[in-house]
């Protein structure tokens, strides 16, 4: 009997739960089956999901088809009518091991969606890696309690809810004892942390707890954050814990007021602006990568440039740059838009000028001395993300003390020190 597959659409957040459906489908038994962990962000996102399944069916006729994720979430109907798919499970679902011992037994239902919005305890599912030895990714948060008006997630993850910090510290511990060298604090909403929690404690104490519960670990990352709410204890812990990596991915979506009041974000161009320049203060070398949509309904070509004007002014240098694409359902879809190909045309503006900024970041390293964690023999991650091919190769996983000697497409050029 073969092993249960599974496929993932979407954030790293998915990728991390997809592993942890893996290891749930086989401990149950479930045998030959690939369980497609589907994304909602976009339309797009989808249309590419349902065109998969139909693929899979064609290459693989006598494996059962299980779909999940974010789109099963929102719109299990969609998927349910199917011919190809065989079960439809909710995000809460997904995660449950007697939803997997069912589906082994051949008891399942077909269609198990509940209401994610009753749900009240967060998952923590124990996973070792994602595939790699190079990282661990520990989820702490699920969830979201606000409503920006062009996303679908809250409806398809439900409202904020947090690990509690002593189960985090333990998975923390554990991966550490198991060699990983680097781990990454994940969430939907990682900032809202512990807001729902007795004491309402707050995601840099979390930091702190960990980093000094793991006193052996060489290197503590964040996923995405929102700046404005960043705790004075983290960015105690960002000038002062070298052990917490100088790189920060903040959730900006745009640099005009009116199109972020429209958005429904909860800063403006200058509240970020501001924290950048803190963030900078406290830690010279820190880097930044930005989330950022393009052709938000409404935006005029002067909002867009404000956006454009905001990598600068923010000194941003790895950006995730989207077109808007309109969700049903969500208020953004109801507003006046903007043409798609417009929106095309100012994302592709916006990747020109984070590649450019990328590459002057990638040119500064010259000469610098950095260490590595090793993605591959041959690929490795400075502190501040930068990709670093090395000339001779090293164990995936470990650290590398190396000095930059170039940058060629888009990655420094590495030789060990």
Known sequence: MGAAKVET??????????????????????????????????????????????????????????????????????????????????????????????????????????????????????????????????????????????????????????????????????????????????????????????????????????????????????????????DPRLMEAIAGEKRLMPHLHLSLQAGDDLILKRMKRRHLRDHAIAFCAEARAARPDVVFGADLIAGFPTETEAAFENTLRLVEECGLTWLHVFPFSPRAGVPAARMPQVAPAVARERAERLRAVGAARAAAHLEGLRGARVRLLMERPDLGRTEGFAPARLAAPARPGTIVEARIVGAEAGALLARAA
């Open 9 to 230: 659409f979407g954030c790293r957040l998915n990728a991390y739960e997809s592993e942890a459906m893996r290891g749930l489908a086989e401990r149950a038994g479930l045998g030959e089956a690939v369980v497609v962990n589907t994304c909602a962000v976009t339309a797009e996102a989808v249309r590419q999901a349902r065109q998969r399944i139909r693929r899979l069916r064609r290459e693989r006729p006598e494996a059962r088809i299980l779909v999940t994720g974010c789109a099963a979430q929102t719109e299990p109907g969609t998927f349910a009518a199917m011919p190809e798919v065989d079960g439809v499970l909710g995000n809460a679902e997904k995660l449950r091991p007697e939803v997997w011992a069912r589906l082994a037994a051949g008891a399942g239902a077909r269609v198990e969606v509940g209401d994610v919005m009753a749900e009240r305890a967060a998952p923590a599912p124990l996973v070792d890696g994602l595939g790699t030895r190079a990282r661990a990714y520990v989820q702490v948060q699920n969830g979201c309690d606000h409503r920006c008006t062009f996303c679908v997630i809250p409806y398809g993850r439900g409202n904020s809810r947090s690990v509690p910090a002593a189960t985090v510290v333990e998975q923390v511990v554990r991966l550490v004892g198991r060699g990983f060298n680097e781990v990454v604090l994940t969430g939907v909403d990682l900032t809202s942390w512990g807001a729902d929690l007795d004491g309402a404690p707050r995601l840099g104490d979390l930091v702190a707890a960990v980093l000094r519960a793991a006193p052996d670990l060489p290197r503590l990352r964040l996923s995405s954050i929102d700046s404005v709410e960043v």
